[in-house]
């Protein structure tokens, strides 16, 4: 599949994304004139801030807690904001560049002008992105002159490779812009180096290797005159000196770009001993045998708007036509996305994968791990890449020794604890602003993925790699949860509802005891530990505790409205159609509320959703995407359907990025892999087919192959009529192999040995 184009990027947001997980870049395809922007995952401004953990905080809980229980929510969110934040400027609220917290940032920009091309005499023009190879690719007459461009991100050799080239020789300017930093030009290309006050260094290189029978190189102090070239390849690696700090912030970043510079330049001159080809064919192996894991073919019946560029058809949807080829599409990309951002790096997918043209990105473009992250990395378990997740694991370990240096300065507790955001650099401690930063339970629910991995690998390994950061979690909430006196329950207090308020007569409020939220994410972190060390064999007395503690949770309960409430108390919200839906965890991506088991729960999750929907939600592009997941897990297609075209026709910019506004890849990630949620389902006793197939033409008859199976399966799948024709379980760990599986297949349950 590609994404298509007639027109050069005129803007960011044009551009099309390529990445090898370290390095991304965006190609905008300009005639004459080509920018490819570079970003480095681990190219932060900020440091470690030992100071933020606020140790204030311990004294004032009772007294935080007092007020709460007694129904002074005033008092208690006072005293919240002003005892349980962090200390120091925290991020700056959404801009932490310059700041300790800092920011992720732009790597510079590598701009070539086609000097023997006119910008106002280009025909023929086109430009592409085919996901398989990960090529961006423009065509175009200038001159009578036919130029090609192509670029891409090297899964292999971790470098970007740019080649252009036209049917007769040419003249090209090379140079190399970022804030901050220098570029020296030579006749082998380009070096920039740049020192982050108060933070790390990093480094371009771009090496360049001209083609032609008489060609001349000049280098000058703003470039590099190539003139009478055939072929121009350029190399670009880029590198920093972070380090991962320890929980006392050493290794400390070099602010010596020396080493940086050494690495990339090694990296270029070794890549630049293959040619464009062969490296593009080494690379496009990677992701076509990632992406070819798992297919999804539809067969409708207008194909008209298939051969619309792709900004033509967003347009369309915008207007309300349906366009099942570019739902296929987008399913894709956000599968190409996730390989181009999270293979085989040092950290995970953050706000914007691992794209921005900015230095002070919006949000920081950090991590949330309120929704965002968490939303990032679902599509990795079902659609079987689960190499992607290694590196959100690692993260999770960061956090876990980091967030022990909170949970005792901050609570005097034992453990680990993380708050909403969190960076690079050990930040843990709550936000600035305790109604939207104070979410302790952000780290608990990142223990989700590792349940998540051992679910669908059945690898013990994953248990007994994990058990300490599982066990250090839930011993911070052990010391940490508080009886509340009004229900009995043990309680989180102080604590809120992600990013949300609730409504008083006295006033509107975000902190509280015990929403609805921590007590469905504490359940599953308390019983998935407490199961955990039973199948390792150990703990047993650690596992009881856990086990009666998760049963003096408050239970979920239903509200006025025949909603599941989102607080202890049967509180209306501030704004009904908030963007966050916290408290339907449980539904999704949780999996304690199902149709089978708990269907009152059930019913009630469905007239939650439809009261924020009513009321305007879903308006910011992940909210979008996780309400397509919630109704996928209600086995309601048409509505997911419905919410897969808004998100296209309205959270959706022209390059196919998500926009919250503005661009944030969690709704790409989210929608993606509300396909998967729509056509099988194995969090339940079953392993269900098509369980939210929508009832429109364009998905009556249709296939797919290799989506996961919790328990360690692929499944294939072929439907006609909207009925399941033919179908196979395939083991793909060996937890699967040999296993009874039950499946329910149009609507009755069958029971089959999986051989393979």
């Known amino acids: 599949m590609k994404l298509t184009y007639s027109k050069p990027a005129q803007e960011w947001k044009e551009a099309l994304p390529i990445g090898c997980g370290r390095l991304g870049a965006m190609v905008y395809g300009g005639p004459a004139g080509d920018t490819v922007q570079f970003n480095e995952e681990t190219l932060w401004d900020g440091h470690f801030d030992p100071q933020a953990d606020n140790p204030e905080t311990i004294a004032h809980l009772d007294e935080i807690r007092r007020a709460i229980f007694s129904g002074d929510y005033k008092t208690g969110q006072e005293l919240t904001q002003k005892y349980m934040v962090c200390r120091g400027e925290g991020s700056h609220y959404a801009h932490g560049a310059g700041y300790a917290y800092g920011s992720f940032r732009t790597a510079g ?46 899964l292999a050799r971790g470098a970007v490779l740019a080649e252009y080239a036209a049917d007769r020789p040419f003249d090209a300017k090379l140079s190399y812009s970022c804030p901050g930093g220098q570029a020296v030009y030579d006749r082998d290309g380009v070096t920039f180096t740049a020192s982050l006050p108060d933070s790390q260094a990093f480094a371009a290189a771009v090496r360049i290797v001209p083609q032609g029978k008489n060609f001349a190189i000049k280098p000058g102090e703003d470039g590099i005159l190539c003139e009478g070239i055939d072929s121009l390849l350029c190399c670009v690696d880029i590198r920093t000196t972070y380090v991962t700090p320890g929980l006392d912030g050493t290794p400390k970043p070099s602010g010596d770009p020396a080493p940086a510079l050494e690495k990339a330049r090694a990296a270029v001159l070794e890549a630049c001993r293959f040619d464009f080809d062969a490296l593009l064919r080494e690379s496009a192996s990677i992701m076509s045998s990632l992406l070819g894991r798992v297919r999804l073919d539809l067969d409708y019946a207008d194909h008209s708007p298939d051969a619309l560029d792709t900004d033509e058809r967003i347009a369309r949807m915008r207007e309300g036509h349906a366009d099942p080829g570019l739902l296929l599409t987008y399913f894709e990309f956000g599968r190409y996305l996730l390989i181009s951002s999270s293979y085989n790096c040092v950290l995970p997918a953050n706000l914007q994968g691992v794209w921005t043209p900015d230095v002070d990105t919006i949000w920081s473009a950090d991590y949330h791990i309120n929704i965002n992250l968490q939303m990032n990395y679902w599509l990795a378990e079902t659609c079987r890449m689960p190499e992607l997740v290694e590196p959100l694991l690692r993260y999770i370990r960061f956090l876990s020794v980091h967030g022990k240096r909170t949970a005792k300065i901050q609570y005097g507790a034992r453990g680990w604890v993380a708050h909403t955001i969190t960076n690079p650099w050990g930040f843990t401690a709550p936000g600035e602003g305790a109604s939207w930063g104070s979410f302790m339970c952000a780290g608990a629910w990142c223990c989700a993925h590792i349940r998540e991995r051992w679910l669908f690998s059945g690898d013990k390994d994953v248990l007994r790699e994990n058990y300490d950061i599982l066990r250090g979690a839930c011993e911070f909430f052990l010391d940490f949860l508080v009886t509340d006196p009004r229900s009995g329950y043990l309680v989180t207090c102080p604590s809120n509802s992600p990013e949300n308020s609730f409504r008083t007569p006295e006033g509107d409020y975000s902190i509280c005891a015990g929403p609805t939220m921590d007590n469905e994410i504490l359940r599953m972190l308390f019983t998935f530990t407490a199961d955990a060390a039973g199948i390792l ?44 839906i916290s408290h339907l965890f449980a539904l999704h991506p949780g999996d304690e509320i199902t149709e089978d088991g708990t269907p009152e729960f059930f019913r009630a999750a469905r007239m939650t959703l439809r009261r924020r929907l009513e009321n305007g939600g879903g308006h910011t592009g992940w909210s979008r995407a996780w309400v397509t997941n919630f109704f996928a897990r209600l086995g309601e297609g048409n509505e997911c359907l419905s919410n897969l075209n808004l998100l296209l026709g309205r959270s959706t910019l022209p390059n196919l990025f998500d926009t919250h506004p503005p661009f944030q890849i969690d709704g790409n990630f989210g929608g993606a892999n509300a396909f998967a949620e729509m056509l099988l389902q194995s969090h339940g006793e079953s392993l269900v087919l098509l369980p939210a197939l929508p009832d429109d033409p364009d998905w009556k008859n249709g296939s797919f192959e290799g989506l996961a199976a919790r328990g360690g399966f692929a499944v294939d799948c072929a439907w006609k009529d909207g009925k399941v024709v033919s179908y196979r379980v395939r083991a793909v760990t060996d937890a699967g192999r040999g296993k009874i599986v039950r499946v329910k297949v149009n609507g009755k349950v069958e029971e089959i040995t999986v051989q393979d």
């Open 109 to 154: 920009d590598l701009n070539v002008a086609i000097l023997s091309a006119d910008p106002g005499d280009v025909t023929d023009y086109r430009r592409t992105l085919d996901f398989e190879s990960g090529l961006a690719e423009t065509a175009y007459t200038s001159r009578g002159i036919r130029f090609r461009q192509r670029v891409f991100a090297s």
């Open 537 to 580: 064999g150990m703990d047993a007395d650690f596992a009881g505790k856990l086990r009666e503690t998760a049963a003096a949770l408050p239970p979920i309960s239903i509200g006025k409205h025949g909603q599941i409430m989102e607080w202890s108390e049967d509180f209306d919200e501030r704004e009904p159609g908030h963007r966050h």
